[in-house]
């Protein structure tokens, strides 16, 4: 049994519904998941929902509900989300979940007895809002603090905190060893920055269960639920352990009940270390600071990599519920397809930087790109060999072979660096090319001289194959235009391994299906995404 390729996504908030900034993050997880399965990885792909806390409580309590009730009713949309998103996750954790609460009683106890792990009186200032304690240095010049904390109140009370400072040297040392761990680099250089420059205070890991209840009681004082922090970050080790991952078992004294299974019949899988955690740029300091230190004082290895992507706007502007400047991303689907908006997000923004979506932007791209681009060379492309030679694919001619190739080969070193913006920049090269040699061939005047007939057999065969070796290419971002590509070629395989991008796959003689349009082409201007903010 080897160890599969780990990767997860943030797990979201529950406390209202999603919006294109959760929905990015899901969808670039699931093209790099579905780009390593395509080059043979055996992926497991983790999404899920962080449901505890003082924000959720208080989103279920201005609607009247019980927490668990309003969590149970808004996760099927959230769960409807992934599945409107095409996501090939291959768990969905929600942290109310009974092998979650195990899992991090486990960790709470094995922490504590390890001593990593102390009660203290704290006294000081507290934001609601934030879930957090605030200290003289979070003050602005004027004494006040920074209304994103909300109400701020004093607070005097006892809680147990996680010792940090001892291993901050430690940390520093290991990012600096390990320069892939916080990718891109400039917030590997901020973390670096920050650790380097201030000096860490030690986690408080509790509410007292008075002022919060809805969290998981800490195993060692019923007085107190645990930090939603620690307990959403803990998610990552969940899941490995209720599918059986020794290394996880291991460390997690007692935890190896067969009640925390959803094995079924299944063997174990073989999980953490995560391989990728992909997360905003918001949650870099719990990720990249609390949790290596979580985990190093639990004994297990740290995840092989953070990928931290950047924020989107609407319009230039923060997007936000109160003034209705959010982007949908449900509508979009709805009205472009889930291939159109997974096609803008890795088009428009590089992993990396903030993002700006524009309406105006969204429809340009589709109608350029996606219609006039991709759509218009397969529809002509498999048109041509139906009308011209009855949809039977015509001996192999390799005229844009090495094109195919080199596109090949730079997608592939551009999805395996996470890329993903340029990966589809370069194969768009690919599609503009092959649309150029339609135009200068004109397939369509060949067609009506008879002494011209292999000539046309050539380019028949060099646009039907480049087309099927796009599915390939395209098939992480696009998953159901491949399909839909490969449906209307007539293939009974799938488009999702790379190694059949290799030019040549399409048999002569072979004979393809109907061709349809792929994105039909809007003239009118878009109704959904611009009412998208009514929600
Ligand atoms: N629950 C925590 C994460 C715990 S992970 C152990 C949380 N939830 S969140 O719902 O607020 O955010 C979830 C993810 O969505 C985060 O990675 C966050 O950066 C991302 N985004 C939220 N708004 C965003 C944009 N406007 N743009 C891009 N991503 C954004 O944080």
Redesign the pocket.
């Known amino acids: 049994m080897s160890k599969r390729f780990f990767i997860t996504?943030?797990?979201?908030?529950l406390n209202g519904q999603p919006?294109?900034?959760?929905a990015?993050?899901k969808v670039i997880t699931d093209v790099i998941a579905r780009a390593r399965r395509s080059f043979g990885d055996d992926v497991f792909f983790l999404t899920g929902l962080?449901e505890h806390g003082q924000k959720v409580q208080q989103a279920a309590e201005s609607e009247g509900k019980s927490p668990q009730a309003y969590c149970d009713e808004l996760a099927k949309d959230w769960r409807a989300l992934a599945e409107k998103l095409g996501l090939s996750n291959n768990d969905f954790i929600r942290t109310t979940e009974e092998r979650h609460r195990r899992v991090v009683q486990a960790a709470l106890s094995k922490l504590h007895a390890g001593g990593h792990v102390y009660k203290a009186t704290y006294k000081g200032f507290y934001s609601t809002k934030e879930e957090t304690f605030l200290t003289e240095k979070d003050r602005r010049p004027d004494g006040t603090f920074d209304p994103c904390y909300g109400e701020v109140v004093e607070l005097e009370e006892d809680n147990y905190y996680f010792k940090l400072d001892d291993h901050q040297q430690w940390l520093i040392d290991y990012i600096e060893s390990n320069p892939d761990f916080i990718y891109p680099s400039t917030r590997r250089n901020e973390v670096l920055g920050f650790l380097k420059n201030n000096a860490l205070e030690d986690l408080c890991i509790t509410r007292p269960a008075l002022r919060l209840n809805w969290g998981i009681p800490l195993p060692f004082e019923k007085d107190f639920v645990t930090y939603v922090?620690f307990d959403?970050?803990v998610?990552?080790i969940t899941v490995p352990a209720s599918h059986g991952d020794p290394t996880v078992l291991a460390v997690l004294d007692g935890i190896a009940d067969p009640k925390l299974s959803t094995l079924g019949s299944q063997p174990p899988a073989l999980l953490w270390p995560a391989d990728i955690h992909v997360?905003?740029?918001?949650?870099v300091k719990?990720?990249a600071v609390y949790w290596p230190i979580l985990l190093k004082k639990m004994g297990l290895a740290l995840p092989k990599q953070l990928i931290v992507?950047?924020?989107?706007?609407k319009d230039g502007q923060k997007?936000s519920k109160s003034t209705g400047n959010v982007v949908d991303p449900i509508a979009v689907i709805d009205e472009w397809g889930l291939d159109a908006f997974r096609f803008y997000v890795v088009r428009e923004l590089d992993i990396g930087p903030d993002g700006n979506w524009t309406n105006a932007g969204f429809q340009a791209r589709y109608q350029a790109e996606l219609a006039n681009g991709l759509g218009n060379l397969v529809n002509r492309s498999l048109s041509m060999l139906k009308r011209y030679r009855n949809g039977v694919v015509p001996a192999r001619s390799d005229e844009l072979a090495d094109d195919a190739a080199k596109t090949l080969q730079v997608a592939v070193s551009n999805y395996r660096e996470h890329k993903l913006q340029l990966a589809v920049q370069n194969i768009w090269l690919l599609i503009t090319r092959a649309n150029q040699y339609v135009d200068q061939t004109a397939p369509f005047k060949l067609a009506k001289d008879p002494s011209q007939a292999s000539r046309l057999d050539e380019i028949l065969y060099n646009l039907a194959e480049i087309c099927r070796v796009l599915a390939v290419l395209l098939w992480p971002v696009l998953p159901s235009s491949a399909d839909k590509i490969f449906a209307q070629l007539n293939l009974s395989t799938a488009p999702d391994k790379m190694t059949a991008a290799a030019w040549g796959g399409l048999a002569p003689g072979h004979m393809i299906g109907e061709p349809s349009a792929l994105f039909p082409r809007k003239d009118q201007p878009a109704s959904a995404i611009s009412s998208s903010s009514s929600k």
């Open positions: 996504t943030a797990i979201d908030y919006h294109l900034g959760h990015y993050e962080d922090w959403a970050l998610n990552y997360v905003g740029k918001d949650i719990f990720h992507h950047g924020w989107w706007q997007m």
